[in-house]
């Protein structure tokens, strides 16, 4: 009746089908207890947005459809995908695969899990040795330590680098998401190459400058292997300014600090930055190492083109870092004005400039007596 077919993976693609046909999901259901009631068995049962809640009584999931999956006894693993999972949904899950015996494997991706997981794990799912597995759309792959309740993330030695963007529309839980995958890639090690801030989610910097504090009132510790950050669509005044420095200067491999449609104070004092230890009493110039950093300039709707050819002294920049805006140029430490490309400052018009007006003032008054000759 059953043949080796029916050993092979339970394909998404066969639920999803059948979510659209009723009577074709019931002759999948109808498979899926068939083959455990004749202990074949089902290596992976994927449920693609299908999966609605489990049963008070955790012998049967019900579907978005209202068809229900009772207890199988020969399934392996169980993923649940494109649904969204709350603590209490969680636990039920758990206590679904507690009457599964033979289930080792759970994992969930395109959705949204609880950061906080009950630490009262049932035993039996602990001596099984369950591996809980949380796909994050970013490449970072979480598991959950059954033992002590804790995420932890698995693929360490797969992610080379990571990018990180929070919005201040994101939810609750993704930022804490977010914020628990950047601290986790800090503590092993593994470089945080962007962490960008968009649309007004940044607020402030703590006094003590060793977290940012987001919109939402989650803070963002300092991060030790943070390369770039990114903040937009926030206004920042002079006091704020400064807290941001002195929040990259507790982070040892920051590079470039970015600054996107925000407006930022004209002039910087370098006195107050000599004073709040972020620069050094030198003059700087002439002499001193130069760094090659990236310079990165707006395309006028915000977006960056990055360009490999500014230099900047080591000296100005918060220990080889740079600070740019969008539209400005970079910030001279030195000055405590902003430099276009060509370390000239945009807000001053030059004589050239004047003169080239004038030209073609004078070419057009030439031309036009030209015509009327």
Known sequence: MFNSQLEQEWCLQELKVAAEAGLQQEWCLQELKMA?????????????????????????????????????????????????INQEMFSRILSYVKECPQITGLQFGDCEVPIEVPRQIPSPLKQRGLRVEYNRANGQVFRLSVERGQWKIHNQ????????????SDSQLEQEWCIQGLKTAAEIGVTIR????????????????????????????????????????????????????????????????????????????????????????????GGKKRTRLSEVKSSGYGQPKYREDGWLPADKVLQKRAVYAGGYGYLDFE???????????????????????????????????????
């Open 36 to 84: 455990a009631e004749a202990d074949v068995k089902i290596r992976l049962l994927g449920l693609h947005g299908l999966f609605n809640t489990v049963a008070d009584n955790s012998q049967s999931i019900i579907l978005t459809s209202g068809r229900t999956i009772p207890v199988l006894h020969t399934l392996r693993e169980l993923r649940i995908l494109e649904t969204d």
């Open 157 to 168: 030695h797969a992610v080379q680098s990571l990018t990180m963007d929070i919005d201040q």
């Open 194 to 285: 962007d962490l960008s801030l968009h649309d007004g989610s940044f607020n402030t910097v703590a006094d003590n400058s060793q977290s940012i504090i987001l919109t939402s009132g989650r803070t963002i510790p300092v991060l030790l292997t943070l390369q770039n950050l990114h903040i937009k669509g926030t206004d920042i005044n002079l006091d704020m300014f400064i807290k941001i420095l002195s929040y990259v200067k507790e982070c040892p491999r920051m590079a470039t600090l970015f600054f996107w449609e925000s407006q930022l104070p004209n002039v910087v004092d370098p006195e107050q930055l000599k004073q709040r230890g972020l620069i050094g009493p030198g003059k700087g110039g």
């Open 335 to 373: 000055t405590g004005h902003w430099k276009d490309e060509a370390g000239e400052d945009p807000s001053v018009e030059t004589d050239i400039e004047t003169d080239s007006e004038t030209d073609i003032e004078t070419d057009s008054e030439t031309d036009n007596e030209t015509d009327s000759e």
